[in-house]
């Protein structure tokens, strides 16, 4: 059973929430923050590319990378081996989208951490790093002690009680 109830990931749930609130309010919608992030991290990228990476039609990738480009978070650039097609490229107003969200959730956990005590802090914050170190080693290995442990789940059923408490959230 899952002592932790998810408490992290609706914490994190709740401080997407206010990141897309504070992008909407400068004119981002969620599905462009998507689009940004990944031609941020995948420079030069074609429409067809974004396409199949995000599983979004043409015209709905169209659509957003007109909007984002008339906005000025992203170029286009001739493709030089197909001058049918254009590349994508994040521009720095796009860069410092990354820092903006980057800020709102600095905020949000700073404040929720007002809410303890020093002690508590200290020792929620040091159990926190413990547990993105694990987490950061168990990805870097492909997440071979987590499939384990999820396939022992499954074996003993425990898998499909917890399937039926996160319905009834």
Same mark, same amino acid.
């Given at each position: 059973?899952?002592?932790?109830?998810?408490?992290?990931?609706?914490?994190?749930?709740?401080?997407?929430?206010?990141?897309?609130?504070?992008? $909407?309010?400068?004119?981002?919608?969620?599905?462009?923050?998507? #689009? *940004?992030?990944?031609?941020?991290?995948?420079? /030069?990228? =074609? &429409?067809?590319?974004?396409?199949?990476?995000?599983?979004?039609?043409?015209?709905?990738?169209? $659509?957003?990378?007109?909007?984002?480009?008339?906005?000025?978070? #992203? *170029?286009?650039?001739?493709?030089?081996?197909? /001058?049918? =097609? &254009?590349?994508?490229?994040?521009?720095?107003?796009?860069?410092?989208?990354?820092?903006?969200?980057?800020?709102?959730?600095?905020?949000?956990?700073?404040?929720? #951490?007002?809410?303890?005590?020093?002690?508590?802090?200290?020792?929620?914050?040091?159990?926190?790093?413990?547990?993105?170190?694990?987490?950061?080693?168990?990805?870097?290995?492909?997440?071979?002690?987590?499939?384990?442990?999820?396939?022992?789940?499954?074996?003993?059923?425990?898998?499909?009680?917890?399937?039926?408490?996160?319905?009834?959230?």
């Amino acid at each position: 059973m899952d002592g932790s109830k998810r408490q992290i990931t609706k914490i994190a749930r709740e401080a997407n929430k206010l990141v897309i609130r504070t992008m $909407r309010e400068g004119g981002i919608g969620s599905g462009e923050v998507d #689009l *940004i992030h990944l031609i941020r991290h995948n420079p /030069g990228l =074609s &429409q067809k590319e974004v396409c199949r990476q995000l599983n979004m039609d043409k015209g709905a990738v169209a $659509r957003r990378t007109a909007s984002l480009e008339q906005k000025g978070y #992203l *170029i286009r650039r001739a493709n030089p081996a197909d /001058g049918r =097609s &254009q590349l994508l490229f994040a521009t720095r107003k796009a860069e410092q989208l990354k820092t903006s969200k980057a800020e709102v959730e600095t905020a949000f956990y700073g404040w929720l #951490l007002e809410a303890l005590g020093e002690e508590e802090k200290e020792s929620f914050l040091s159990t926190l790093n413990k547990l993105y170190l694990l987490s950061k080693q168990e990805s870097r290995s492909g997440f071979p002690h987590v499939i384990q442990w999820l396939l022992r789940e499954k074996e003993n059923g425990k898998g499909e009680q917890e399937d039926d408490e996160r319905e009834d959230e």
